[in-house]
C-alpha cells in the first residue's frame, strides 16, 4: 500500500453525522475494486455503488428514464420501459456528444443519490462511507467531496486474465479496447491518496487484505483524530 498523506488534507468537505470519513474507490475494469469494496464493507464501511444506482434510475419508471426517452427516443427503451443497454452503449459508442448527453442526465441524478445515501448510512455505527466510483478520476465533482481517495492498482495483463474469464463473450482485443477507454493509471495516480497493489493474483487475497488492513488502521485513526 502506497500512502500519499501530501496530496489530501481533510478539510470536511461533505461533513456527515459523527464526523464520517467520505471515502472515494477507483480503478480500473479487472483491477480488484469491487474486492475491495467487499472488503471494506466487511471491516465495518458503508458502501454506496454508484453504479447500482445508475441501474435503479435506468429501471422501468427510473428517475431518469423520462428524460432519457426524451432525449434519445423510445429505440433506447426495453419492452418493460427499463433502459435497454445494449441499444444505448450501440447508440453512444464513438460519438462523444451523445455520450456527454446521457451523462448530462445521469450525473446530477447519481450524485444526489449517492450523497442522500450517505447520510442516511453514516447515522449507523459505520468505520466510513466508501463510495465506489468507476469515473472518478475525470469527475472534479466528486473528487472536491471526498476526504480521502482509495485507487486499486493491477498489472493490465492479470486485468485482462479476469475480465476475460468472468466475461468470456470477449476476446483480449476488445478487453484492451475497452481498457483504453478508461482512465489510465497514471491518471488516478496524480489523484490518489492511497494506492492499493493488487497484481497478485491469490485466489484468497492475502496481500490484498493485509494492505486493507493497514488503510482500515488509519481510517479509524484520523476519523478519531477529527472529531468534534
Request: charged share 20%; hydrophobic share 45%.
Amino acid at each position: 500500500m502506497i500512502l500519499h498523506e501530501h496530496l489530501r488534507k481533510i478539510e470536511r468537505p461533505n461533513r456527515l453525522p459523527s464526523h464520517v470519513l467520505n471515502i472515494g474507490l477507483t480503478g480500473g475494469m479487472g483491477s480488484g475494486k469491487s474486492t475491495v469494496a467487499r472488503l471494506l464493507s466487511e471491516s465495518g464501511a458503508a458502501v454506496i455503488d454508484l453504479d447500482a444506482i445508475a441501474h435503479e434510475l435506468t429501471e422501468s419508471n427510473g428517475a431518469a428514464m423520462s428524460e432519457i426517452e426524451r432525449v434519445f427516443g423510445r429505440k433506447v427503451l426495453a419492452e418493460d420501459g427499463a433502459l435497454n443497454r445494449a441499444v444505448m452503449r450501440e447508440l453512444i459508442f464513438g460519438q462523444p456528444h451523445l455520450k456527454e448527453r446521457l451523462e448530462t442526465i445521469m450525473h446530477p441524478l447519481i450524485f444526489s443519490q449517492a450523497v442522500v445515501q450517505a447520510h442516511l448510512r453514516a447515522q449507523a455505527d459505520v468505520l466510513c462511507v466508501v463510495y465506489d466510483i468507476p469515473l472518478l478520476a475525470r469527475s472534479h465533482e466528486w473528487q472536491a467531496l471526498l476526504d480521502w481517495i482509495v485507487v486499486v492498482d493491477c498489472a493490465e495483463d492479470i486485468r485482462v486474465q479476469r475480465i476475460l474469464k468472468r466475461n468470456p463473450q470477449l476476446n483480449i482485443e476488445q478487453i484492451k479496447k475497452i481498457i483504453s477507454t478508461q482512465a489510465s493509471f497514471s491518471e488516478m495516480q496524480t489523484i490518489a491518496d492511497v494506492v492499493l497493489n493488487n497484481s497478485e493474483n491469490d485466489v484468497i487475497h492475502l496481500q490484498l487484505k493485509a494492505q486493507l488492513n493497514i488503510l482500515v488502521r488509519y481510517i479509524r485513526h484520523f476519523s478519531s483524530s477529527h472529531t468534534t
